[in-house]
Nanobody
Framework: QVQLVESGGGLVQAGGSLRLSCAAS????????MAWFRQAPGKEREFVAR????????IYADSVKGRFTISRDNVKNTVYLQMNSLKPEDTAVYYC????????????WGQGTQVTVSS
């Protein structure tokens, strides 16, 4: 069983930056594909970014491309989401997710961390 614990959320003004962290345990971290999702009030959960086992293979939602960067540290068993040029529409609960297969359901989820961007 994989446990995921997010941290780093908070309140920031528009244009500011935050870095989210997600610490994983329970499985060899380098075997996990990691992702970030978010859910704004009254909206469905949406994909934000994904990173494969190797740090160079990443994809992003169009809404965050060029502003957010996903990265991972396979020694610290942690995945990060660096968020720059934040906008009020980025306000959401951000969730870390993991799976072991290239395709399929995201099997493991964290509890979420709140990000609020004020205008």
């Amino acid at each position: 069983q994989v446990q995921l614990v997010e941290s780093g959320g908070g309140l920031v003004q528009a244009g500011g930056s935050l870095r989210l962290s997600c610490a994983a345990s329970g499985r060899t971290f380098s075997t996990l594909i990691m992702a970030w999702f978010r859910q704004a009030p009254g909206k469905e959960r949406e994909f934000v970014a994904r990173i494969m086992w190797g740090a160079g293979n990443t994809i992003y939602a169009d809404s965050v491309k060029g502003r957010f960067t996903i990265s991972r540290d396979n020694v610290k068993n942690t995945v990060y989401l660096q968020m720059n040029s934040l906008k009020p529409e980025d306000t959401a609960v951000y969730y870390c997710a993991a799976r072991t297969e290239v395709v399929g359901m995201w099997k493991y989820w964290g509890q979420g961390t709140q990000v609020t961007v004020s205008s």
